[in-house]
Structures are given as structure tokens and as C-alpha cells.
């Protein structure tokens, strides 16, 4: 592991990096340092300290993930057999499945 700025206590540690190439998680990192709210430019990761408090995260993301996204799925099916709208009751399902990206966990690299 490498000296890396540490997403979670803020501090610069011996961490795990975060996969930087994830296409969210890259374009999340861009924006927020676009508008000055990241302190850091370099590398972000996870240190030891701190992996119980992300592996709870990461647990919970994918929960919410099959969460909404079987709600989405419900939701799209009785939509679509009530009013017969294909369209719009597969957006209705991508609306509840995207519901799922507020708890939104970056990938460790492997």
C-alpha cells in the first residue's frame, strides 16, 4: 500500500486505492474538483483504519442496488399490464433503480 489520501478520515495514510477508472466514481472525482470542493488532487483510497466503516458502506450500496432495483422491476410491471405505456413504465423502473446511486460506493482496486 501507498502513502494515499484516505476518503474516509480525510487524512493522508497507508491506504488501498480506490479505482479511479470507475466511469461514475472518475466523473464524480472531476466535478466536485472542478468546483473546489475536493482537497485533494491525487489518488484517493481507503486506509485500514477505515475499511470496517467502507466494507458497511459497499454491503449497504449493493442491498440498495437489488432494493430498488426490484422495486423498479415491480413498479415497471404493474405500470405497464394497468396502463399498457411500454415507455413509460420502463422509465418509471430506471427512475427507482437510479434511486440507488445516493448510496453510491467506489470500487476498491484490485
Same mark, same amino acid.
Given at each position: 500500500?501507498?502513502?494515499?489520501?484516505?476518503?474516509?478520515? !480525510?487524512?493522508?495514510?497507508?491506504?488501498? +486505492?480506490?479505482?479511479?477508472?470507475?466511469?461514475?466514481?472518475?466523473?464524480?472525482v !472531476?466535478?466536485?474538483?472542478?468546483?473546489?470542493?475536493? !482537497?485533494?488532487?491525487?489518488?484517493?483510497?481507503?486506509? +485500514?483504519?477505515?475499511?470496517?466503516?467502507?466494507?458497511?458502506?459497499?454491503?449497504? &450500496?449493493?442491498?440498495?442496488?437489488?432494493?430498488?432495483?426490484?422495486?423498479?422491476?415491480?413498479?415497471?410491471?404493474?405500470?405497464?399490464?394497468?396502463?399498457?405505456?411500454?415507455?413509460?413504465?420502463?422509465?418509471?423502473?430506471?427512475? &427507482?433503480?437510479?434511486l440507488?446511486? &445516493?448510496?453510491?460506493?467506489?470500487?476498491?482496486?484490485?
Open positions: 500500500m501507498a502513502e494515499i489520501f484516505c476518503s474516509l478520515c !480525510r487524512l493522508m495514510k497507508e491506504a488501498q +486505492p480506490l479505482d479511479m477508472d470507475d466511469p461514475l466514481f472518475s466523473s464524480y !472531476r466535478i466536485m474538483r472542478k468546483l473546489g470542493k475536493s !482537497r485533494h488532487s491525487g489518488a484517493l483510497g481507503i486506509c +485500514p483504519g477505515c475499511m470496517p466503516a467502507y466494507t458497511k458502506m459497499e454491503s449497504g &450500496f449493493r442491498k440498495n442496488v437489488i432494493l430498488y432495483g426490484a422495486l423498479g422491476l415491480i413498479f415497471a410491471i404493474a405500470y405497464s399490464i394497468f396502463t399498457g405505456a411500454i415507455l413509460l413504465s420502463l422509465l418509471i423502473g430506471l427512475f &427507482f433503480f437510479s440507488a446511486l &445516493f448510496s453510491y460506493c467506489p470500487p476498491l482496486k484490485r
